[in-house]
Every structure is written in C-alpha cells, then in structure tokens.
C-alpha cells in the first residue's frame, strides 16, 4: 500500500505560480511512475502530467506544456509540480498518483494509488 499526500495548492492570480507537492509513504514508491491528474467542477479528471520512475522520461498534456513542469526527489520520495503562468481554466482539484506499471501515462486506470488531492484556484 502506498500513501500520497498532496500539498501546495492554494488561490493565485493569473499569470502567478504555484508549486505542489506529493509526498509518498514508502520508499519503494521510487519504482512506481507518477502522475499528477486534475478534476474541475463538472468534468471528468484530467491527465495533467507524469514522471518515470527514474525521471528520465516525462509526459506532458498539451494544455500544460510549457507551463507546467514535474519532478521527483527519491531520497525524499516526493513528487514535485511546478506551475507557472497559472490560467483561471488551471482551476481544479489537482491529484497525485502511483502507478506500478504504466502503458499509457494519460490513462488513468493504469495508477493503482492515489492521495486525496488538492484546490488549486485561479482568479482572473
């Protein structure tokens, strides 16, 4: 069982920046890939972005790209989300997953664990 905690959502204005964080409870979490999805009100959760389990290959959805840039520090099991140049449709409950096995990291059925997210809002 793997235990994500997501923190570092908050209310911005547009064009600012946060930085989200997801902290893991074990240590093999080193060997899952992650991802990071959002959900705004009305619609269905959303592949936002994902890290190998090494962070040598990242995937980004197009909205993002640019934008938006993951990371993850093994030693302190924590996955990283820099966003940068926040738009109000950014607006949305951002999640954090765990997959021990991925064939497609926009596919949200692939993650096996996930933390119980956080507000991330955009004020225009």
């Known amino acids: 069982q793997v235990q994500l905690v997501e923190s570092g959502g908050g209310l911005v204005q547009a064009g600012g920046s946060l930085r989200l964080s997801c902290a893991a409870s074990?240590?093999?979490?080193?060997?899952?890939?992650m991802g990071w999805f959002r959900q705004a009100p009305g619609k269905e959760r959303e592949f936002v972005t994902g890290?190998?389990?090494?962070?040598?290959?990242?995937s980004y959805a197009d909205s993002v790209k640019g934008r938006f840039t993951i990371s993850r520090d093994k030693a302190k099991n924590t996955v990283d989300l820099q966003m940068n140049s926040l738009k109000p449709e950014d607006t949305a409950i951002y999640y954090c997953?765990?997959?021990?096995?991925?064939?497609?990291?926009?596919?949200?059925?692939?993650?096996?664990?996930w933390g119980q997210g956080t507000q991330v809002t955009v004020s225009s």
């Open positions: 997953a765990a997959a021990g096995a991925v064939r497609a990291p926009s596919n949200r059925r692939d993650y096996d664990y």
């Open positions: 074990r240590r093999t979490f080193s060997m899952y890939y």
């Open positions: 890290i190998s389990w090494n962070g040598g290959s990242t």
